[in-house]
C-alpha cells in the first residue's frame, strides 16, 4: 500500500526516483553535452600553459619563495614584456587576479613533486588533472544544484520531473550559455578558469539556499566567488539572509551565522593579506596598475574617468548587455556565423530560456529564497554596468553574464516544464545551442 503521506508533500511529489534511474538520467546528459561540446571543447588537448596565466606564474613564483613575478622587465614603457594584465609596483610585477587557481596551481605543483612527477615544459601540471579540476565538476554540481532547485521550490509533478529539469538545464548551462565558450577558452589554462569556478560557486550557493539550505555548501560557494570573480561575493547577502530567516531554532541560527562568517573571514582575509603583502593595502587589489604603459582599448576606457568602477559607464555597458544585437554573416555556400561587437551582443538573443525570469517575477518574488537570490544577481548587473568593460573580445554573446546566469536559471526551474512550456523550453534548448555552435 502507498503511504499516503508521500502525495501529500509538494516539495517531492509522488514516487521518489531510484538512484539508478538518476544515475541514468545524469548519464545520459553527460554523454548528450559531451557528443555535443566535445569537437569545440576538445578535451583531450587541454593543458597548463607556464606563461598564459598570471596565477600559474603566481604559483611557480611562491614555490620559490617570491611573491612578485619573474618577468624580463618591470618597466611599463616595456610592458610588452611581462603578461597581460599584471601590475607594476617597486619596479616589480604582480598578478591582480583572484588567487583561486593560483592555490590549485601550487596544490598541484607539490603533489607532482610528492609523486615525482616534473612538467613537460608544454603544461605546468598532468593535463588530466587540469580537466578533471575544471571541466568535470560543472556537470555534476550543476546537476546536483538544478534538481535542489526545482524539487525544493514546489515542483508537484512525479519525483522523476526534477531531475529530467536538472538534465535539461545542465545541458542548457554548458551549450546555450557562454560557458560553451568560455571553456574553450580554457584549453591553454588561460584567466578564462576563473569565470568556470565562479559558475561552479554561484552553483553551490543556489542549489543549496533553494535546496536543503545547509549554508554550509552555499558558504563553500561564495568563497570559491570570492576566490575567483569577486562580484559574486555579493550573494553571500543571500546567503547570510537565509542562515538567519530559515533557521529552527536559536542555537542553529548561532551555528548558521558562524559558518557564513568563517567563509567571510577566509575568502576576505586571504584575499586581504595577499593585497597588503602586494600593494600595502588590504583594500588596494593593484587592479588600477595594470594599464600602465598600455594604450589599448580597455587601458583607454579605464583612463576615461581614471577608476574601474564609475556610474558615467551604464549608457555603454547597458547597451552592449540588455540590447546590442548580433550579426549573421554567410560562411561558404550552405552555412552561416554569428558576429557582431567586439563588446558583445545583449544575453537574451543568445539564451532567450531566461526570458522566464521576467515572465515569471511575481512567482519568485513570493519565494524569499528565490527573492534574496535575485536581488543579489541584481546588484550583481548593476556592478557590472559600471565596469569600465564590458568582458572581453566576444563577438555575439556577453561574456559578465555568467556572473547572474547560473542563479537565474536555478530560480526559474521549477516552472520550467509546466503545459506548454515543456516544448518551449526544449526549443530554446536547441536554438542556443545552435546559436553558439554558430559563434566564430
Known sequence: ????????????????????????????????????????????????????????????????????????????????????????????????????????????????????????????????WYVAIVALPLPLVAFWAFSRAASSAGLRSNGHSAYMTAAVLSAYLILGTPLLLILEGCRDGSVAVNQVFATVGLLLVAGDLLGNRR??????????????????????????????????????????????????????GSVATLNELKFGSPFESGYGLIYEGRDDVYARRYAEFGRAFDPRFIPRNAWHMWAAPPMVEPRGSLAIRVTGDPDGAAFWYASPLLLYVLFDARRWWRDSDRRGLMLCSMAVMLALLCYHNTGSVQRGFHRFAMDFVPIWLAVIAPDLFNGRRTWITLGLLAYSALYFHLIA
Open 215 to 268: 549554508i554550509w555548501p552555499a558558504a563553500i560557494g561564495c568563497t570559491i566567488g570570492l576566490w575567483s570573480r569577486q562580484l559574486t561575493v555579493i550573494y553571500l547577502v543571500a546567503v547570510a539572509w537565509t542562515a538567519w530567516s530559515a533557521a529552527a531554532s536559536a542555537r542553529s541560527r548561532r551555528i548558521r551565522m558562524t559558518v557564513v562568517a568563517l567563509a567571510a573571514c577566509m575568502g576576505f
Open 1 to 128: 500500500m502507498a503511504d499516503p503521506a508521500a502525495n501529500q508533500n509538494p516539495r517531492i511529489g509522488s514516487g521518489k526516483p531510484q538512484a539508478r534511474h538518476v544515475a541514468l538520467i545524469f548519464g545520459l546528459m553527460a554523454v548528450g553535452v559531451y557528443l555535443t561540446a566535445g569537437p569545440r571543447l576538445q578535451l583531450s588537448e587541454w593543458r597548463v600553459a607556464p606563461d598564459v596565466n598570471p596565477n600559474v606564474i603566481e604559483a611557480m613564483a611562491w614555490r620559490h619563495g617570491r611573491l612578485d613575478l619573474p618577468v624580463r622587465s618591470a618597466h611599463p614603457e616595456r610592458a610588452g614584456q611581462r603578461p597581460l594584465d599584471t601590475a607594476v609596483r617597486e619596479n616589480k610585477v604582480w598578478n591582480v587576479f583572484p588567487p583561486l587557481f593560483t592555490f590549485i596551481t601550487y596544490g598541484a605543483l607539490t603533489l607532482q613533486d610528492w609523486q615525482g612527477v616534473g612538467s613537460d615544459g608544454d603544461s605546468v601540471f598532468h593535463p588530466a
